[in-house]
């Protein structure tokens, strides 16, 4: 993690011997790990994307709570049913209250 926020995930990959889809995996790991999602007070959701190679169209998708500032999740992609998926996996009542503002 130290070294992909001082560089990027390709750099990482690339000086420690591993694809880039491994370092993305390693990362989800350690997100869920670190970032216990309550979604019960969620009321207003932000959706915002950063790239993870400068120049290569490879992002990743940052879901936040807009009132706390709190990051809620990471998507590995821009699809919206991959979105979805990370939505869903927050249980019924979640998925309600982020779609209906």
């Known amino acids: 993690m130290k ?13 420690n011997g591993l694809t880039e889809d491994e ?15 309550d979604v019960t007070n969620l009321i ?3 959706i915002d994307e950063i ?6 169209g490879k ?4 879901l936040v709570d807009i009132d706390s500032g ?3 999740g990471l998507v ?4 919206q049913i991959e979105i979805e998926k990370v939505m869903k996996s927050w249980g019924e009542k979640g998925a309600n209250r982020g779609s209906q503002h």
């Not at 790239?51 to 290569?56: I, M």
């Not at 590995?76 to 699809?79: I, N």
């Open 3 to 15: 070294q992909v926020i001082n560089s990027n995930i390709s750099s990482v990959a690339k000086n």
């Open 76 to 79: 590995k992609e821009r699809k």
């Open 51 to 56: 790239s993870l190679v400068k120049g290569q």
């Open 59 to 62: 992002f990743i998708v940052v």
């Open 23 to 37: 370092v993305s995996s390693m990362i989800e790991d350690v997100a869920k790990i670190f970032m216990p999602i």
């Open 70 to 72: 709190k990051l809620i």
């Open 44 to 46: 207003r959701l932000g």
